[in-house]
């Protein structure tokens, strides 16, 4: 198992910095996969699931190189944090509308997806309105 150094964006290990090529693979496959993860936990986000969760890793594994991301992921965190402990003190009604909402921005996107025309197409429904405007 290699060491492991610290350093000001986060952790690396200690074969990153024996030359410039494999520095620069290093930082260029990290910013890709945790860019990738990122964008999925973002398109995520509505869904049931771990969609918070799938971004904070992916600005987690970007902050492995950048300064910037573990400043994003700090503060992603304290707002994240902020937002469930004031969803949490709301009565029942606005935590609704709040789920209400969610539940909304779901099937938007599902329709937008064409998701409800193909499984509408499973059961042979022609339907229109279920088909998406995009496809």
Excluded: C, H
């Excluded at 060491?3 to 496959?29: I, Q, S």
């Excluded at 606005?94 to 909304?104: K, P, S």
């Excluded at 779901?106 to 997806?113: E, H, K, S, Y």
């Amino acid at each position: 198992m290699t060491e492991k150094t610290e350093r000001k964006g986060g952790f690396r290990p200690d074969w990153v910095d024996r030359n410039a090529t494999t520095r620069t693979v290093w930082r260029v496959g990290v910013g890709v996969v945790g860019t990738a993860v990122l964008v999925l936990g973002i398109v995520l986000i509505p869904y049931p699931g771990p969609g918070w969760l799938v971004v904070f890793a992916g600005l987690a594994i970007l902050a492995i190189e950048f300064p910037w991301a573990q400043r994003v992921l700090t503060f992603a965190k304290s707002k994240y944090d902020a937002w469930t402990a004031w969803l949490g003190r709301q009565p029942w009604p606005i935590r609704l509308a709040v789920l209400a909402a969610t539940g909304l921005i779901v099937l938007a996107t599902l329709w937008l997806l064409n998701v409800f025309s193909l499984v509408g197409g499973w059961f042979n429904l022609d339907w229109p309105w279920l088909a998406s405007p995009l496809f």
